[in-house]
């Protein structure tokens, strides 16, 4: 079984910055196994949007333009966690942020939340102006 948990998150004022971070751990779960991780949040009263993904090769991917110019997802499989390093936060930020994994071999980014199957928790960041 996978579990995800993310960490890092809590009240920064406009901008300022935050480290996300998700660590993985089941049984034999190696994020290594888990080609594709990717970040997801949830802003009050709105439906869960697509933050960044990363691939096994480093390869990542960004939701919206203003998220790839201040966020920065980053992996590293020694340690079984995936980062997300936040800067220039902004009040719209503010969300629960969660981790996400896709299937263990499967190797193609993506942005879609339903081909993502193993979830953390979230963590709250609020941003506040």
């Known amino acids: 079984q996978v579990q995800l948990v993310e960490s890092g998150g809590g009240l920064v004022q406009a901008g300022g910055s935050l480290r996300l971070s998700c660590i993985g751990s089941?049984?034999?779960?190696?994020?290594?196994?888990?080609?594709?991780m990717g970040w997801f949040r949830q802003p009050p009263g709105q439906e869960r949007e697509f933050v960044a993904a990363?691939?096994?090769?480093?390869?990542?991917?960004y939701g919206a333009d203003s998220m790839k110019d201040r966020f920065t997802i980053s992996r590293d499989d020694a340690k079984n966690t995936v980062n997300l390093q936040m800067i220039s936060l902004k009040p719209e930020d503010t969300a629960v942020y969660f981790c996400?994994?896709?299937?263990?071999?499967?190797?193609?980014?993506?942005?879609?939340?339903?081909?993502?199957?193993?979830w953390g928790e979230g963590t709250q960041v609020t941003v506040s102006s």
């Open positions: 996400a994994a896709r299937p263990a071999g499967v190797l193609s980014l993506s942005s879609r939340e339903y081909d993502f199957s193993h």
């Open positions: 990363i691939a096994w090769n480093n390869e990542s991917t």
């Open positions: 089941g049984r034999a779960f190696r994020t290594s196994f888990m080609h594709v």
